[in-house]
């Protein structure tokens, strides 16, 4: 039996200038929080999802410290409950199957034919993000696959691995070590459990931790290609973590999950670390950057 959720939503609109810090606000009690730009106002609207009814009154109190911290006027924060939807039903209506380069992505309902020459990768679309819709992880595949052409790794990191999608599709390439990493032990779950279920459970260990501190990651290093698909300041606060973790001498390294405006600081932050652009890939305003040591 499917079990419907009922999730709270919160919204606010805030100014583009501020708006990473209040999703960072937002961060502290949502189990995940998107963004919109609204076109009209150039204004964005941040918005965050919860299974608990949030605490209004703590909520409008953190927004108000914050907005005085920052200088700006206090947004007036929104609070709806959203209406149950059977999730898992309507991701696998969403997600059909998917070819990007040498990879097909389909879910495990697919009961077709995988096109010959193909590297076929079963994933449903659920609990951990990364199903190979969303541009940031198509940039990556198409890192991945220029990478494939004339590089071989033995020794793989997966910053932020999501559903491990990008861990299953080293692991099929390359058959090597892959440290699979995640902020959230749900993802490391739902890893490891694709993994399984594509065959490649062998090469890949999960993890759960924030950046680069678990034991796992560290007793892996050097790698010879560390692939980050996570957020923009992330990716600058932690250009020095993985510069260090990267393999002397021609490590490489796959950056997504960045809006095209922040893909300048974001290498900048790396070339100051001793990483050079080897590509860019801009796909539907996201933009994937392979670097190398």
């Known amino acids: 039996m499917t079990t419907l959720t009922f999730l709270w939503r919160i919204q606010i609109k805030v100014t583009e200038i501020h708006r990473e810090a209040y999703e960072d606000f937002f961060c502290t009690f949502s189990a995940a929080v998107t963004s919109f730009e609204n076109e009209v106002d150039r204004n964005w609207r941040v918005e965050g999802f919860t299974d608990a009814e949030p605490d209004e009154q703590k909520i409008k109190l953190g927004l108000r410290n914050l907005s005085e911290f920052l200088g700006q006027d206090i947004p007036t924060p929104r609070f709806d409950l959203v209406p149950p939807k059977d999730w898992v039903a309507e991701n696998l209506a969403e997600f059909p199957p998917l070819r990007i380069e040498r990879f097909f992505i389909a879910g495990s309902h697919f009961d077709g034919h995988r096109p010959a020459g193909t590297i076929g990768l079963t994933l449903d679309?659920?609990?951990?993000?990364?199903?190979?819709?969303?541009?940031?992880?198509?940039?990556?595949?198409?890192?991945?696959?220029?990478?494939?052409?004339?590089?071989s790794f033995s020794q793989i990191l997966d910053m932020g691995c999501g559903s491990g999608i990008l861990s299953l599709a080293a692991a099929k390439m390359w058959q090597s070590n892959i440290t699979a990493s995640d902020i959230d032990d749900e993802a490391t779950r739902v890893t490891e459990l694709n993994a399984e279920r594509n065959g490649v459970l062998s090469f890949i260990r999960a993890t759960c931790g924030n950046g680069y501190g678990s034991p796992l990651i560290r007793d892996g290093r050097p790698y010879d290609l560390i692939i980050c698909n996570i957020l923009a300041r992330p990716l600058i606060m932690m250009a020095g973590d993985l510069s260090s973790h990267l393999k002397p001498g021609g490590g490489y390294a796959v950056l997504s999950?960045?809006?095209?405006?922040?893909?300048?600081?974001?290498?900048?932050?790396?070339?100051?670390?001793?990483?050079?652009?080897?590509?860019?890939?801009?796909?539907?305003?996201?933009?994937?950057?392979v670097l190398k040591k």
């Open 125 to 151: 679309a659920g609990t951990a993000f990364g199903s190979g819709e969303h541009a940031s992880t198509e940039g990556c595949l198409r890192a991945l696959t220029m990478l494939g052409k004339q590089n």
């Open 257 to 289: 999950g960045l809006l095209a405006r922040d893909g300048n600081r974001v290498l900048a932050a790396h070339r100051s670390r001793g990483l050079r652009l080897v590509r860019r890939f801009t796909i539907r305003g996201w933009q994937t950057l």
